[in-house]
């Protein structure tokens, strides 16, 4: 231990004896309390929080829901419905077709690249009130009044209502929406009616085929082509609030098979993505069981196979009609057949059943949360970002996310975000979660291992862009300066497989899943480095930055921290497993070059040869990337400071169309040496809903204000850890759940509570609060584990 962390450990191992052993901590002292409790004026902590309790008070309620209005008409960014399967995106009326994504079913088009299709579209309900559709017109005050659609986090359910006015015709309209949590191949969409008159009426329950993209000859597109087409684009495209963006088109599934049974109220439709993977859909329509003079007829054209319903409806009388779906892909599930019955399943246990089991198992998943005194709009901020990195996860399974989760934002493809950004923030409060992340890199090794030696190379080489299915580089011709040198991805891949054993204990799973990769990336780095004799050391020379404006520099900072860490980890882990490391990876940890100043004394983020003078850069500097937790980068106080002040000025002229990733690494740098005002400045999201990143009403989060990029999940990671490791200061290190900063709270915060993370098989509280005196303090309480996590 050395005198620059003054570091203390908590471990769960030496706590056996106690079923519960709370630890208070202020900087230079542990005060151990057995059973004890915080006094409500140190903790500042509610008695009962959403989730937590049998109650649900109405203030924690109101922080899981996100609300349009009609203010929202005019600018409406959609949210997305998931449970890490497959998806369905929101639209103002809660019942029109949009666009559904499903894990692993990427098109393989030719002459473009790798993204992800769009499978058949599956929410549709539309209503006829004997003068127009309700899905065909404009959405506007005067024709949709009273109109609410809420967001309600803590269920996982989208619900939508308003009064449709159609002429002299009116009709209330309301709307129930989830994909299921507790039952992952199915999802459900129903539709309550009132209407304000007698008459006949039509419904209509459709699948239908994706429309086919005008698709970008994207696989041979070059830099300047791709530049000159966004920059083309990007104006005529800025007022809409959606859709905006021609280069992320979803990909295409082709139809094969389609039809329903009017007897049984059934579609099914089958289908394969281009190139890729087959999928299924089957429809189950539950109608009321009081229509009268009911004809209904299936019809299949253009694509959409649809079940008709033609019948006669009494004013003030409410009606539900309820469409159960049912899903699957090669490799997940059975195929139509099986759909067909699970859908019948579903449609014979009806919609309280299906709802309630669904509510509950997201209630479950709340049982760890993050709790902020006094925060305004960050609290409500913090339950969206949660929520999203819970709907894009998975229990057992090794599916990654795509940057931008289930949307076709970056093209699905897996970068660093997946192991650095969103794996961390998941790993101490649903670490079952987090282990589906990383496990991609485990299934994935052989292409990795491929593409070294393909590059003349040892170990393992993961690409700069995976695709989520094959595991290849399908990074775009465009950007292959990033394909070939932004190498740090190998880094960030080997961490992670540390930090969840670190985090765990499973020895079983480090020897036969993580060490190969961990291994591997560090016989990468040993062999990727080059000998600089003049200096006696090793470098890391023609490599991409994390500021990807500089394509070919040498020593830059954050890969040449990230590769020296994962040779520590890879002689770590070899050492817990008993096993001699290969000498290599001492000689080049121990000699490898790790910038911080330079010789005038000034911060830098690569060897000064390269001048750093590029005015279109949207991250100024790489350097907060060393504040990422899982890196535990090692300096001194003096060093940590200067660095801090060299990502504040370099931020300075770009800030307002800065990155947000670079933004809340600036926020974790502020927490390390104390600085709770920057903390605030950076973090966002705290004191309004006017927060440029957060696109309204459901909190999609942008790549910066100004950009197309939107549901980046590497933000909604870097945010939650800002909270988790930033201003707790606790780092997972080899002896425990470290004190490596004094905890840090902002001035607009009475308290920050963490509320059953899981740690070394204890389930783990953490609180930090201020004391009367002014002080900042923590707590940090271990408690047996659950036997029950709410996760499947």
């Known amino acids: 231990m050395t005198k620059q962390r003054m570091t203390r450990h908590f471990r769960g191992d030496a706590l056996l004896f106690l079923w519960v052993c709370r630890v208070i901590l202020v900087p230079g002292m542990i005060i151990p309390a057995v059973m004890a409790h915080v006094p409500a004026a140190m903790a500042g902590a509610p008695a009962s929080t959403a989730g937590h309790s049998t109650g649900l008070p109405r203030a924690a309620a109101d922080t899981f829901r996100l609300t349009a209005t009609r203010a929202n008409f005019a600018q409406y960014y959609p949210t997305y419905l998931a449970n890490g399967y497959w998806s369905v995106a929101s639209s103002l009326l809660g019942t029109a077709p949009t666009v559904s994504h499903m894990a692993g079913i990427m098109d393989y088009e030719a002459d473009d690249v790798s993204r992800p299709a769009a499978i058949p579209n599956w929410n549709e309900i539309d209503y006829l009130d004997g003068g127009a559709w309700l899905n065909g017109g404009t959405v506007d005050a005067h024709t949709h009044t009273d109109y609410r659609q809420t967001l309600d986090m803590h269920d996982g359910v989208l619900r939508t209502h308003y009064r449709w006015i159609d002429g002299e015709r009116t009709t209330e309209?309301?709307?129930?929406?989830?994909?299921?949590?507790?039952?992952?191949?199915?999802?459900?969409?129903?539709?309550?009616?009132?209407?304000?008159?007698?008459?006949?009426?039509?419904?209509?329950?459709?699948?239908?085929?994706?429309?086919?993209?005008?698709?970008?000859?994207?696989?041979?597109?070059?830099?300047?082509?791709?530049?000159?087409?966004?920059?083309?684009?990007?104006?005529?495209?800025?007022?809409?609030?959606?859709?905006?963006?021609?280069i992320w088109y979803p990909g295409h599934v082709d139809v094969t098979d389609s039809g329903g049974d009017t007897a049984a109220d059934t579609l099914f439709m089958t289908g394969a993505a281009v190139r890729g993977r087959a999928v299924a859909l089957a429809a189950a329509i539950a109608l009321p069981a009081d229509l009268r003079d009911m004809h209904k007829t299936?019809?299949?054209?253009?694509?959409?196979?649809?079940?008709?319903?033609?019948?006669?409806?009494?004013?003030?009388?409410?009606?539900?009609?309820?469409?159960?779906?049912?899903?699957?892909?090669?490799?997940?599930?059975?195929?139509?057949?099986?759909?067909?019955?699970?859908?019948?399943?579903?449609?014979?246990?009806?919609?309280?059943?299906?709802?309630?089991?669904?509510?509950?198992?997201?209630?479950?998943?709340?049982?760890?949360?993050?709790?902020?005194?006094?925060?305004?709009?960050?609290?409500?901020?913090?339950?969206?970002?949660?929520f999203y990195l819970l709907e894009n996860s998975t229990v057992d399974t090794s599916w990654p996310v795509g940057a931008c989760g289930f949307s076709s934002h970056y093209f699905d493809h897996v970068f660093w975000d997946n192991d650095l950004w969103v794996f961390p923030s998941m790993l101490l409060l649903h670490p079952s979660r987090a282990k589906s992340l990383i496990q991609f890199r485990q299934r994935t090794l052989p292409q990795a291992l491929a593409r070294a030696a393909a590059h003349g190379l040892a170990g393992a080489m993961y690409p700069w862009e995976a695709d989520p299915w094959s595991g290849e580089d399908v990074t775009p011709a465009f950007a292959v300066q990033n394909a070939d040198r932004e190498?740090?991805?190998?880094?960030?891949?080997?961490?992670?497989?540390?930090?969840?054993?670190?985090?765990?204990?499973?020895?079983?799973?480090?020897?036969?899943?993580?060490?190969?990769?961990?291994?591997?990336v560090a016989d990468f780095w040993a062999s990727r480095v080059a000998f600089n004799a003049a200096k006696h050391r090793f470098e890391i020379l023609g490599v991409t930055s994390p500021e990807e404006d500089y394509t070919d520099v040498n020593n830059e900072i954050y890969?040449?921290?990230?590769?020296?860490?994962?040779?520590?980890?890879?002689?770590?882990?070899?050492?817990?497993?008993?096993?001699?490391?290969?000498p290599k990876w001492r000689e080049t940890a121990d000699s490898l070059y790790l910038p911080s100043r330079g010789d005038s004394g000034g911060y830098f983020d690569f060897d000064p040869s390269t001048p750093h003078d590029k005015t279109t850069s949207w991250m100024a500097t790489s350097v907060p990337m060393l504040s990422i937790p899982a890196v535990d980068f090692d300096a001194g106080a003096d060093t940590l400071k200067g660095l801090f002040e060299h990502s504040v000025r370099a931020i300075g002229p770009v800030r307002v169309r800065a990155n947000q990733m670079v933004l809340v690494m600036i926020a974790i740098q502020a927490a390390n040496v104390g600085e709770s005002d920057y903390f605030s400045d950076f973090i966002g999201g705290s004191e309004s809903a006017n927060d440029?990143?957060?696109?309204?009403?459901?909190?999609?989060?942008?790549?910066?204000?100004?950009?197309?990029?939107?549901?980046?999940?590497?933000?909604?990671?870097?945010?939650?850890?800002?909270?988790?490791?930033?201003?707790?200061?606790?780092?997972?290190?080899?002896?425990?759940?470290?004190?490596?900063?004094?905890?840090?709270?902002?001035?607009?915060?009475?308290?920050?509570?963490?509320?059953n993370l899981q740690f070394r098989g204890k389930a783990v509280d953490v609180v930090i609060s201020r004391l009367p005196s002014g002080r900042v303090v923590r707590s940090v309480t271990f408690k047996a584990a659950e036997h029950s996590r709410g996760e499947r």
């Open 487 to 520: 190498i740090h991805v190998n880094g960030a891949v080997a961490l992670a497989q540390w930090q969840y054993y670190l985090a765990t204990r499973d020895r079983a799973w480090l020897e036969e899943r993580a060490f190969p990769v961990i291994r591997s």
């Open 559 to 582: 890969t040449n921290q990230v590769a020296h860490r994962s040779l520590e980890a890879a002689i770590g882990a070899a050492r817990v497993l008993g096993v001699p490391p290969d």
């Open 173 to 246: 309209v309301s709307v129930t929406a989830f994909v299921s949590e507790s039952s992952p191949h199915l999802g459900v969409v129903s539709l309550e009616l009132m209407p304000r008159f007698s008459g006949r009426v039509r419904l209509r329950f459709t699948l239908r085929s994706p429309p086919n993209p005008t698709r970008v000859p994207l696989a041979r597109m070059t830099a300047e082509q791709f530049s000159a087409l966004s920059a083309a684009t990007h104006q005529e495209n800025l007022a809409t609030a959606a859709n905006r963006d021609p």
């Open 298 to 386: 299936v019809q299949t054209a253009g694509g959409t196979t649809g079940l008709d319903i033609d019948v006669s409806v009494q004013r003030g009388h409410r009606y539900r009609f309820t469409k159960f779906v049912a899903a699957s892909s090669a490799g997940w599930g059975g195929g139509a057949a099986e759909d067909l019955a699970a859908a019948r399943d579903a449609r014979q246990r009806g919609l309280s059943s299906l709802l309630e089991d669904h509510v509950k198992a997201w209630h479950e998943l709340w049982r760890s949360d993050i709790l902020v005194g006094g925060g305004g709009e960050l609290q409500r901020t913090i339950h969206s970002d949660l």
């Open 692 to 755: 440029p990143f957060l696109k309204p009403p459901f909190n999609v989060r942008s790549e910066t204000p100004q950009n197309d990029s939107t549901y980046l999940l590497a933000s909604s990671g870097g945010f939650i850890q800002a909270f988790v490791y930033g201003l707790t200061g606790l780092r997972i290190e080899e002896n425990g759940l470290a004190e490596k900063f004094a905890p840090t709270l902002p001035k607009s915060l009475s308290y920050l509570r963490l509320v």
